[in-house]
């Protein structure tokens, strides 16, 4: 079972990217899914998370408005649009899976690997 992410990248602030995660392995059937990241020298820290059905999002409030996340169940992958990038969205973006959206939005069971965004001023 693997979340594998992709779609980071070098971007001048006020750019976007999208991010994909592909879950491979399992079907992440009733999972929620969601994003993490982590800036050098801080820890890691929620950012976006959606649930299975796609009915419900949550996003930490320094991303709201620019961040949007969706999921499309059929290719068991979640996308991470990201508009009006800042410097301080640099980091290592992670993807994440968990049954349950309490834990999802603390402690999510499931890690992928990382993919770096890097924002240039």
């Known amino acids: 079972v693997q979340l594998q992410a992709c779609g980071g990248g070098l971007v001048q602030a006020g750019g976007s990217l999208r991010l994909s995660c592909a879950a491979s392995g399992s079907t992440f059937r009733g999972y929620a899914r969601g994003w993490f990241r982590q800036a050098p020298g801080k820890e890691r820290e929620f950012v976006a998370a959606?649930?299975?059905?796609?009915?419900?999002?949550n996003y930490a409030d320094s991303v709201k408005g620019r961040f949007a996340i969706s999921r499309d169940n059929g290719k068991n992958t979640v996308y991470l649009q990201m508009n009006s990038l800042k410097p301080e969205d640099t980091a290592v973006y992670y993807c994440v899976a968990d049954p349950r959206w309490v834990t999802m939005l603390t402690d999510p069971r499931k890690w992928g690997q990382g993919t770096l965004v890097t924002v240039s001023s």
């Open positions: 959606i649930t299975w059905s796609g009915g419900t999002t």
